[in-house]
C-alpha cells in the first residue's frame, strides 16, 4: 500500500540543520539523566521509594479536598483521579512515618475526613529507598545494555557503522523523551522506563529497514554518489515508514486519550517516542553512516 507516490525530498541535505536539532536534543536529555542520577528529577515512588494506593468510594472524591486533607494531616502525596469507579491513586513520597505505617494513616485521614463516603483500598504497595535507588541505577544499566546490543547486533547484519549510527540514534530518541518528560516536569517512573525500551525497540525496527534498503542500493548503484544513493534509500520506504508510524501513532493516540489516568504519561511517552523515532531513523541514523561513510573515503584517497 502506498500513500504517497515516488518522492525526490533530499533528506541528506538537511542534515546540518538536523544534527543541530537532535544535538541540542540530546544534551536536553543528558541534562534530564544527571537529574535523575542524582535524585534531583520528579522521580515517582519506584525510585525514591514510599507508598502506593489505589481506593475506591462510594462517591466521587473532590481530588483538591482530598490532596488538602492529606497535607493538613502531615502527608504529601501525588494524586490521581480515575474517573471510572470513583477511583482515587495515592502515590505518597519520604515521610517522617515508618514506611509500614503510611498506608494506614492515609485510611485514616479519610475515615476522619470524609465519614460520609465509606471506601475500599483496592491496592497497596511499598518500595524502600535503598530498592528505589537499585531500581534507579538497574534502569540505567539496562538502557545502556539495550545499547550495546543494539550495536553488536546492527554490526553482525550490516556493517560496524551501521552499528553504531543505529546505537547513536535510538539513544537519541530515549534521551528526547528523558528530556520532554524533564521539562515538562512529568514524573519519571518505572512506566516511563517501559516506554522508553519500547521505542528504542520500535526505532530500531524502522531504522533497520531504512539500513536495509541503503545496503541494496550500495551494491546496485555503484557509479551514483553516495548522497544520491542514500537519498534515493531513503525516498523508496518512505511510503512504508509512513504507514508504520501513522498506525502505530493511532493505537498510542487511542491509549493517551481513552486509556485513563494510569498509563496517561505512558501513552503520553509512546507518541513522543514514535515520533522522534521516524525523525531519527530519517534525518539522524542514515546521515550519520554517510558521513562516516565521507570520511573513511576521504582517508583512504
Not at 75 to 90: F, Y
Not at 92 to 106: D, H
Not at 255 to 284: K, N, P, W
Request: glycine letters at 6%.
Amino acid at each position: 500500500m502506498e500513500i504517497i507516490g515516488k518522492t525526490k525530498i533530499d533528506f541528506i541535505g538537511k542534515r546540518k540543520i538536523c544534527f543541530t536539532i537532535s544535538a541540542i536534543i540530546a544534551l536536553l536529555g543528558f541534562v534530564a539523566i544527571a537529574q535523575i542520577v542524582s535524585g534531583s528529577a520528579n522521580l515517582g515512588s519506584d525510585f525514591t521509594g514510599g507508598t502506593v494506593l489505589q481506593m475506591k468510594f462510594e462517591n466521587r472524591i473532590d481530588i483538591h479536598a482530598a490532596r488538602q486533607a492529606l497535607s493538613k494531616n502531615g502527608i504529601p502525596a501525588d494524586l490521581q483521579e480515575i474517573s471510572d469507579g470513583n477511583k482515587l491513586l495515592i502515590k505518597v513520597g519520604k515521610t517522617n512515618l515508618a514506611l509500614g505505617k503510611v498506608a494506614g494513616a492515609v485510611e485514616e485521614v479519610f475515615r476522619k475526613e470524609f465519614t460520609a463516603n465509606k471506601f475500599t483500598v483496592e491496592s497497596s504497595s511499598e518500595i524502600g529507598p535503598s530498592v528505589g535507588d537499585k531500581l534507579r541505577k538497574d534502569t540505567l544499566i539496562a538502557v545502556l545494555i539495550s545499547i550495546v546490543g543494539i550495536i553488536i547486533y546492527i554490526a553482525w547484519r550490516f556493517d560496524f557503522k551501521f552499528g553504531v549510527a543505529a546505537a547513536i540514534a535510538t539513544f537519541h530518541d530515549v534521551l528526547a523523551i528523558f528530556a520532554i518528560f524533564f521539562l515538562l516536569n512529568k514524573e519519571v517512573n518505572l512506566l516511563l522506563i517501559t516506554a522508553a525500551l519500547t521505542i528504542a525497540g520500535y526505532s530500531l525496527t524502522d531504522t533497520v529497514v531504512v539500513f536495509d534498503r541503503i545496503r541494496e542500493n550500495l551494491h546496485k548503484n555503484m557509479k551514483d554518489s553516495l548522497v544520491t544513493i542514500f537519498n534515493f534509500s531513503i525516498n523508496e520506504v518512505m511510503s512504508r515508514t509512513l504507514i508504520t508510524s501513522l498506525t502505530t501513532l493511532l493505537a498510542a493516540l487511542s491509549l493517551f486519550l481513552f486509556g485513563g489516568e494510569v498509563i496517561h504519561d505512558f501513552a503520553f511517552a509512546l507518541v513522543v517516542g514514535i515520533l522522534v523515532g521516524t525523525y531519527s531513523s530519517i534525518f539522524v541514523a542514515s546521515p550519520l553512516v554517510l558521513v562516516w561513510e565521507n570520511r573513511a573515503k576521504q582517508r583512504a584517497a
